[in-house]
């Protein structure tokens, strides 16, 4: 795949959580600096923590895209400046340090936001990844910023009723399971290319 396929490939995971395409777009080192508001999994090396990552915002948002605006590359990089959509039909968890720090209960609400993203490519695949995104903006479409008295009622009875908490383990261990397919696909390209050779 070129550079704009590769791009275009990433935030397609995103959106559908494919395993095959992961284990064709992501490198096996790929490392996500974004990972820090997410779930742990999220974090890990290659198609795994991209999966992962798909699967915590798509149990999130529903009908989730993100249309590209614009892209620009050279043969290291990849620079997309691209819309997030999606509605908001599950708790978004927000994570720091791999704990819960916001959960945002359902709004129903839409969202559509600019963000800037930067690739970087190694030996035809995604290696790495960060972002410049308008979460304010996104905060603000969902009611938490500045805050709606019913989000921040939802928000605040979700924590002191442990549903928080319990959103926060639920989208945990959806992100870990997908990131074990990414596990399975690799082991099963890994067999068949043996079988091959």
């Known amino acids: ?28 080192d790929f490392h996500n600096r974004e990972s820090a508001v997410s779930p742990s999994a ?6 795994a923590g991209v999966l992962a990552s798909s699967a915590w915002m798509r149990s999130a ?4 895209a993100f249309p ?3 892209v620009a590359h050279n043969d290291h990089q990849v620079w997309l400046r691209l819309r997030m959509r999606g509605r908001h039909t599950g708790p978004f968890v927000r ?20 963000q800037i993203h930067v690739l970087d490519l ?14 304010v903006s ?40 997908a990131a074990r397919a990414a596990a399975d696909v690799t082991a099963k390209a890994a067999e068949a290319a043996r079988k091959a050779g």
């Open 95 to 114: 994570f720091r340090d791999g704990a819960l720090d916001q959960a945002i209960p359902p709004t129903g609400r839409d969202i559509d936001f600019e």
């Open 1 to 28: 795949m070129d550079a704009t396929a590769l791009a275009h490939g990433l935030f397609r995971i995103l959106e559908t959580g494919d395993p095959a395409l992961a284990a064709d777009v992501v490198h096996d």
């Open 68 to 70: 590209v605006q614009g």
């Open 42 to 47: 999220c974090a890990l090396p290659g198609p």
């Open 122 to 135: 190694r030996d035809g695949k995604v290696v790495g990844h960060e972002a410049v995104r308008d979460d």
């Open 61 to 64: 948002f529903t009908d989730l």
């Open 138 to 177: 996104m905060l603000g479409q969902l009611g938490v910023f500045p805050p709606s008295p019913a989000v921040g009622l939802s928000m605040l009875v979700w924590r002191v009723t442990g549903k928080a908490a319990r959103a926060a383990a639920d989208v945990t261990a959806k992100a870990a399971e």
